[in-house]
């Protein structure tokens, strides 16, 4: 297993009410990819129980969940969930967006290369 300094990109995903976010984080885990570092959530004050179906996932990924104080644009909390993470690449993935592994494995490869 990969050690944190190790690991290549975190995932930031902005969220605002979709609880689809579920189906996106089962996504990250079937992708099974240890290069994978921080899951970031940036959550633009849901009034849907965002907080508690991100929290099921906290004993699979390691993940930084972030509740704006107040409401954003969607681009200001585009970029707060890149501010969160702390890995030497990151990418965004939409909360209801699904992720398949090869497809992520090739961005990976991407980066290695470079």
């Known amino acids: 297993m ?7 990109i975190d995932i ?3 969220v605002l009410n979709d609880l689809e976010i579920r189906n996106t984080l089962d996504s ?6 240890s290069e994978i570092s921080t899951i970031c959530i ?9 907080e508690q ?5 906290s004993d699979k990924l390691d993940i930084r969940y972030f509740r704006t104080g107040k409401r954003l644009s969607f681009e ?7 501010l969160i993470g702390s890995s030497k690449f990151i990418t965004f993935c939409g909360a209801g967006d ?3 592994g090869r497809d992520l494995q090739k961005e990976i490869q991407l980066l290695n290369d470079d």
């Open 98 to 100: 699904v992720l398949i």
């Open 2 to 8: 990969l050690t944190n300094s190790e690991k290549l």
């Open 76 to 82: 200001k909390n585009f970029i707060q969930s890149g």
């Open 53 to 57: 179906v991100v929290s099921k996932f």
């Open 28 to 33: 990250i885990l079937s992708c099974g990819l």
């Open 12 to 14: 930031c995903i902005p």
């Open 42 to 50: 940036s959550d633009n004050m849901s009034e849907n129980p965002i």
